[in-house]
């Protein structure tokens, strides 16, 4: 079994991959919306941890089964444009878990999801915030 790394919310970069392993905070949930041709229901939320937070979305079941406060453990999840916004979710391969409430520590700035991306210089197919394009 191949080992999860563990990634910090500021280090988010957009891309078409489900590689993104991380604990975070539910710090606010939106309503529950129903949409799609499936009429799948959908809610977006902010979670954070110590070091940054990014707009949430979670489909189905996901959107009653957390709550404010929860901590949540991702896997295999995914950061990148769904209907123009970019969104943090776990998609089709990913998976939540509820691991805790309550006792972590979290910021609500930076907000990953808005942030401008444009392509590292040095890796055209990457993308990185564009304040760290101006760092030297």
Known sequence: MQKQSWMKLKDLTPAASNSINATVILVEKGNTIEGGKEKTETCVALVADETACVNFQMWGDECEAFQPGD????????FSR??????????????????GEFTMLFVESPNM????????????SKLVPESQLTKP
């Open 71 to 78: 901590i949540i453990r991702i896997s295999k999840g995914i």
């Open 82 to 99: 769904h209907k123009n916004k970019l969104l943090l979710r776990a998609g089709k391969r990913g998976s939540l878990e509820k691991v």
């Open 113 to 124: 999801s808005e942030m401008r991306y444009m392509p590292n210089a040095n890796q055209p």
